[in-house]
């Protein structure tokens, strides 16, 4: 009976310590934020690439100024989140919470209005101003978050934060006819952001390769006309990596990440 018994309790821990190691923790579900995160908060990598990005776009604006001395009025298009405000508290309380996003807990955030000015960001709008170069704020933030974004931008201190130059979201996601809403009166000489979809929605197609095949057949494009910045927390990107499936279980993404992975 006593052999019965050791078996018995064998068996229980060996099955509990399975299910243990098979349970997902869903409290963790948001730790893979937790590298880029910190890269983004406090690594002097991260400054000097904005500081990098925003000092080459100057020179192609007084470039392009140079070459083009004409009297049709110029522009500079930049997206807002994560290429001129930064956002990372609000990664970070994904983190802590284990909550992915929703759009009840972003606009908590946004409604703050304390995203801070990604560094450089605020002094290239200030640069083009004193070169005429006008700058628009084309996001895909909603329209109900317009005033809240406005003031946020205004408290930073950005140059051409008004309403005739923020333009947001409506139905779409795609900007390309925001974008044609500025090309109607403006020459568009430089566009900045750190996604795809900032550019040009041709590099939205990432079905086969990843887009990469997009990426590459453009590269003279990448600090000449288009300027992209550094965002590991978030993007577009993952909706490849994800097999463009939705409703996806915080396990299921977990899953996918690692299998996508590229091993030796």
Not at 16 to 33: E, G, R, V, Y
Not at 105 to 125: D, H, I, Q, R, Y
Not at 218 to 239: C, H, Q, S, T
Request: proline letters at 2%; glycine letters at 4%; hydrophobic letters at 40%.
């Amino acid at each position: 009976m006593k052999k019965f018994g050791f078996i018995l309790v064998g068996i229980v821990f060996l099955f509990t310590s399975c299910t243990q190691k098979d349970t997902f923790d869903k409290s963790k579900a948001q730790d893979h934020l937790i590298m880029s995160v910190l890269w983004y908060q406090r690594s002097t990598e991260m400054r000097a690439l904005y500081y990098q990005c925003f000092n080459w776009a100057k020179l192609r604006v007084e470039m392009d100024l140079l070459k083009n001395p004409t009297k049709t009025r110029k522009a500079v298009i930049v997206d807002i989140d994560e290429t001129m405000l930064n956002n990372s508290p609000f990664e970070t309380n994904c983190i802590n919470t284990g909550k992915s996003y929703s759009s009840e807990s972003w606009k908590n955030w946004t409604f703050m209005e304390n995203a801070e000015a990604l560094p450089g960001a605020v002094e290239f709008s200030k640069f083009a101003e004193t070169k005429g170069v006008e700058v628009f704020y084309i996001s895909n933030r909603k329209v109900d978050e317009f005033d809240v974004t406005l003031k946020n931008l205004q408290k930073e201190g950005f140059a051409f934060a008004d309403s005739s130059h923020l333009i947001l979201k409506t139905t779409t996601s795609d900007k390309t006819v925001r974008r044609d809403i500025v090309k109607k009166d403006h020459e568009i000489i430089l566009l900045i952001g750190d996604s795809m979809g900032d550019f040009d929605n041709i590099f939205e197609n990432r079905k086969n390769d990843y887009g990469f095949s997009t990426v590459d057949a453009n590269k003279k494009m990448f600090g000449d006309k288009y300027i992209v910045l550094p965002n590991p927390m978030y993007g577009a990107w993952e909706k490849a990596v994800l097999d463009f499936k939705k409703g996806l279980s915080d396990e299921e993404k977990y899953n996918l990440r690692k299998k996508k992975l590229i091993a030796y």
